[in-house]
């Protein structure tokens, strides 16, 4: 990610996280970025830890990619934390460009991607980019745009 900050700390016992620096350049940002991602990334409650609504800690639970007539869409689908959230994120992209998924093996164990860290939305020459970081690996996707609804 180029703004927000995600590093495991010591032997993997945590993360420091930290969205101070995307927060500061969010509001010149969102003015480029396409309307649904620009809603989503500006969100009050999108990095506030204490709040239902933030993003940290959400699992992927699936992802569906479909080729409709030549424009590819995405929908993937977080489950809630039952420690946090009151329900889960689904998150709608529209003329998908790239998806990308990287998965560690922790501890030899079955590739996996763990619990949602922090995020970052960036504008891009197709729309907007949306990386995704995870305990243990990352989503990348570039769209025209991105709808997301708590559901």
Sequence with gaps: M???????????????????NYLQVLPQ????LPPGAAAFATHPDHY?????RCVKDLELSKATLVDDQGQVSLDIALTPNEWKH???LRIRYSDVQSFRVDAEEPDGMFPRLGSLQLDETL??????SHEISFTCGSILIVAADLVAAWE
């Design 2 to 20: 180029k703004y927000v900050r995600v590093e495991p700390l010591m032997e993997r016992y945590g993360y420091h996280l930290d969205p101070q």
């Design 29 to 32: 940002l969102s003015g480029t």
């Design 48 to 52: 506030d830890f204490r709040s239902a």
């Design 86 to 88: 009151e329900s889960g």
């Design 123 to 128: 504008p891009h020459p197709s729309g907007m």
